[in-house]
C-alpha cells in the first residue's frame, strides 16, 4: 500500500513539473479583412468628411444577400471590410445617400489550418478588382494576399481640389 501512495504521490507531482505537450499558440486576430486606404490624386491619405455607408453584397444564386458593414460612418480614410467565402465580393459605398460606388473583387479562397486548438483561417488572394467611378476615381490593388496580418491592400483615388492652404 505505501507503494501506491509512493507512485500516487510520483505522477501527481510530475504533471505540475511537466507542461502538456501542445502549447496555444494562436494569432490574436484570425479573421483576415481587406484593407482600403483613400488617397487623393497625388497619393496622399485623405478623409471622406461626409456620412459614408458601406454595404457587403453576396449572389447567393436566385437572391441577393446585402449586408451593412459600416454604417453612416464620417471622417473616413480607411476601411477594414471583411471578404466573402465565395469567389467574388462586391461592396456598396454609399455616399450620404446622394450616390453609390460598387466595388467588385474576384479573389482565390486559401484555408489555412494552423493547429487543433486554433482551427482554420481563411486567407485570400485578389485575382482581379474594378470599380465604378461616380465619386472615386479608380482602385488601385496594393497588395493581392489578404490574410490577418493588417496591411493596406488597396487604394481608392480621389479627385480632391486645392484649397490653396
Known amino acids: 500500500m505505501k507503494k501506491l501512495s509512493v507512485i ?16 496555444e499558440n494562436c494569432p ?6 481587406a484593407h482600403f486606404s483613400f488617397v487623393d490624386q497625388y497619393g496622399r491619405s485623405v478623409s471622406y468628411t461626409d456620412t459614408l455607408t458601406v454595404i ?14 459600416i ?7 480607411e476601411l477594414n471590410v471583411p ?7 462586391r461592396f456598396i459605398l454609399s455616399y450620404n445617400r446622394r450616390s ?4 467588385t473583387i474576384n479573389h482565390r479562397n486559401i484555408p489555412y489550418f494552423m493547429n487543433l486548438d486554433c482551427g482554420t483561417m481563411m486567407f485570400y488572394e485578389v ?7 461616380r465619386m472615386l476615381d479608380s482602385l488601385v490593388i496594393t497588395n493581392p494576399n489578404i490574410d490577418n496580418n493588417e496591411k ?3 487604394k481608392i483615388y480621389f479627385t480632391v481640389t486645392d484649397t490653396g492652404e
Open 71 to 77: 454604417n453612416r460612418e464620417t471622417e473616413v480614410s
Open 152 to 154: 493596406e491592400n488597396f
Open 127 to 133: 485575382t482581379s478588382a474594378e470599380s465604378t467611378s
Open 83 to 89: 471578404l466573402s467565402y465565395g469567389t467574388q465580393t
Open 100 to 103: 453609390r460606388d460598387v466595388i
Open 56 to 69: 457587403g453584397q453576396i449572389d447567393s444564386g436566385d437572391s441577393t444577400i446585402n449586408d451593412t458593414l
Open 28 to 33: 490574436p486576430n484570425a479573421l483576415a479583412f
Open 8 to 23: 500516487l504521490c510520483v505522477m501527481i507531482l510530475s504533471a505540475f513539473f511537466f507542461p502538456a505537450c501542445e502549447v
